[in-house]
């Protein structure tokens, strides 16, 4: 009996995607992740039993040549992410990319017309950006590469640059706090953009949030391709409001919800009883500092200073920040340190637990301790507003838990 035919998306390194997820929701076929070596291509591609395939880094250019036929908009960008198995077994090679990154520059309400874009990479997602951007009448799109004539090295040619798209894996999960230019050099930018879906916020895009540039992750970019070849693979046409709708919830559905507060205004057990109706995993960073130091917070102070412990809290949130869909409650100083708040925000909700101060526990507390709690709350609420997209007063647990998650829903 012929093996059922399934969906799926093929690359090199798959672990972080939601394409599955984002399939599931549009269609609900069989959609799997399907990992292969550059040796494994050639023959997965003439013997696979799929009935279709979305393409990622790095061999959105490497299927070309077993394709049997390339779609109009394939031929002319030069790239394909998405192969369809004709009834007569053939394949048919799209690009769906330039629907997704299309709509990624329409919903964030970019305008590019006659404004010079800089496209960071030179790979088959690179050429989509390309096209679409001569499409909506750029100036100029300069594509920069680690060696060609415009390159890492000689970016100050291009400080005039308003927009700038993120076409390399440069800061993509697991590999987050890292970005591939210093936004500093162009002084003219308006926008920054980024491919990359996880995590929400790469380094790129952080740096540009602070800018108070306009700026967009590919996760919109993602659904809006995906629902293009979904209608491709079943031959019918999908609800174009499920972009936005599928958008949403994915975005709710894997950013983690980070809690910040002061020390006993409730972090922990909040944020199990939000773990607990989620059925999210709850990761406390302090108990995660008093596993790596073998011994408990005040014994840390005592033995070693906050220097010691604030070193262990940054490595650790460095580490559970860039996960996606967990419940991160946070030690009540992490907001005084400013690397903190980067990792902090990469992938998370960030929301600020308040608490009468007259209802903050003290003992076992080192820093509440040796402070008065109403020096130490006029210190930190600026610190805390700033890092937080919201807050939530901590009054009754059920009613925090309930305003929580219906802010979420919004």
């Known amino acids: 009996m012929a093996e059922r035919r399934y969906y799926g998306l093929i690359g090199e390194k798959l672990g972080h995607s939601f394409s599955p997820a984002i399939h599931g929701k549009l269609a609900g076929y069989e959609y799997r992740l399907i990992e292969l070596v550059p040796e494994e291509l050639g023959p997965f591609l003439r013997s696979g039993q799929f009935g279709g395939l979305n393409v990622t880094i790095p061999y959105k250019k490497a299927v070309i040549p077993y394709c049997d036929e390339l779609t109009p908009q394939a031929r002319r960008i030069g790239s394909v992410n998405t192969i369809l198995r004709r009834p007569?077994?053939?394949?048919?090679?799209?690009?769906?990319?330039?629907?997704?990154?299309?709509?990624?520059?329409?919903?964030?309400?970019?305008?590019?017309?006659?404004?010079?874009?800089?496209?960071?990479?030179?790979?088959?997602a690179s050429l989509t950006v390309h096209t679409v951007l001569k499409d909506l009448g750029v100036g100029e799109s300069v594509a920069i590469s680690r060696s060609g004539p415009d390159n890492y090295t000689n970016l100050d040619r291009h400080a005039d640059?308003?927009?700038?798209?993120?076409?390399?894996?440069?800061?993509?999960?697991?590999?987050?706090?890292?970005?591939?230019?210093?936004?500093?050099?162009?002084?003219?930018?308006?926008?920054?953009?980024?491919?990359?879906?996880?995590?929400?916020?790469?380094?790129?895009?952080?740096?540009?949030?602070?800018?108070?540039?306009?700026?967009?992750?590919g996760l919109g970019m993602l659904v809006a391709q995906a629902k293009a070849a979904a209608e491709l693979f079943l031959g019918r046409p999908i609800p174009d409001e499920r972009v936005a709708d599928i958008t949403r919830e994915m975005e709710?559905?894997?950013?983690?919800?980070?809690?910040?507060?002061?020390?006993?205004?409730?972090?922990?057990?909040?944020?199990?009883?939000?773990?607990?109706?989620?059925?999210?995993?709850?990761?406390?960073?302090?108990?995660?500092?008093?596993e790596a130091a073998g011994c408990t917070i005040p014994e840390l102070f005592a033995r070693e200073g906050e220097e010691a412990f604030r070193r262990l809290e940054h490595e650790i949130?460095?580490?559970?920040?860039?996960?996606?869909?967990?419940?991160?409650?946070?030690?009540?100083?992490?907001?005084?340190?400013?690397?903190?708040?980067?990792?902090?925000?990469?992938?998370?909700?960030?929301?600020?637990?308040?608490?009468?101060?007259d209802q903050l526990p003290i003992e076992g507390r080192p820093i509440s301790q040796a402070n008065s709690l109403e020096e130490l709350y006029r210190r930190r609420l600026p610190l805390y507003q700033q890092a937080a997209d919201w807050a939530v007063d901590n009054v009754s647990l059920d009613d925090t838990v309930t305003e929580i998650i219906r802010r979420l829903e919004q």
Request: glycine share 14%; charged share 20%; aromatic share 6%.
């Open 88 to 124: 007569d077994g053939t394949l048919l090679g799209h690009n769906t990319d330039y629907d997704g990154f299309a709509y990624l520059l329409r919903s964030a309400g970019a305008e590019v017309a006659g404004k010079k874009a800089l496209v960071l990479g030179t790979g088959g």
């Open 252 to 290: 709710r559905d894997t950013r983690n919800l980070l809690l910040i507060g002061m020390p006993g205004c409730g972090k922990t057990t909040v944020g199990q009883a939000l773990a607990n109706r989620l059925g999210r995993k709850l990761v406390d960073t302090d108990a995660l500092v008093e």
């Open 161 to 217: 640059a308003r927009i700038i798209v993120n076409a390399t894996p440069v800061g993509m999960y697991p590999n987050t706090g890292t970005s591939p230019v210093d936004l500093s050099l162009f002084p003219s930018l308006e926008g920054v953009f980024d491919l990359i879906y996880n995590p929400a916020k790469t380094q790129f895009l952080l740096d540009g949030e602070k800018r108070g540039l306009l700026w967009a992750n």
């Open 317 to 357: 949130l460095c580490r559970v920040g860039r996960e996606s869909g967990l419940v991160i409650a946070t030690g009540g100083g992490a907001v005084t340190r400013p690397e903190n708040l980067d990792p902090m925000r990469q992938n998370s909700t960030v929301i600020f637990l308040r608490r009468p101060l």
